[in-house]
């Protein structure tokens, strides 16, 4: 099994960078992925970057594209979401998930782990 545990949500302005964390611990293998989702009260988690932990491979949102960049410590088994000019409607609680595979990162069903969340505040 896999844990994950992300750091680094906060309040912030529009504008504003913002940089989390999600610190990866258990059993893991060679081939395999990990994804920043987001979700507000009352929407579906939506997609927001993924990377592939032996290439490292990133993939984005088109929503976030240009904003955000998603990168990994190997080392650390660490993965970091930087992201750049938030806006308000990024507002959410941003879940970090570990997937077997390094296909088809964008969908939420093929995750198996997931973090605890971090809330990500911006404010106008």
């Known amino acids: 099994q896999v844990q994950l545990v992300e750091s680094g949500g906060g309040l912030v302005q529009a504008g504003g960078p913002l940089r989390l964390s999600c610190a990866t611990s258990?059993?893991?293998?060679?081939?395999?992925?990990m994804g920043w989702f987001r979700q507000v009260k009352g929407k579906e988690r939506e997609f927001v970057a993924a990377?592939?932990?032996?290439?490292?491979?990133?993939y984005y949102a088109d929503r976030v594209k240009g904003r955000f960049t998603m990168s990994r410590d190997n080392a650390k088994n660490t993965v970091y979401l930087q992201m750049n000019s938030l806006k308000p409607e990024d507002t959410a609680v941003y879940y970090c998930?570990?997937?077997?595979?390094?296909?088809?990162?964008?969908?939420?069903?093929?995750?198996?782990?997931w973090g605890q969340g971090t809330q990500v505040t911006i404010s106008s």
């Open positions: 990377i592939t932990w032996s290439r490292g491979s990133t």
């Open positions: 258990g059993r893991t293998f060679s081939r395999y992925a």
């Open positions: 998930g570990y997937k077997s595979g390094d296909i088809t990162v964008q969908y939420e069903e093929e995750y198996d782990y």
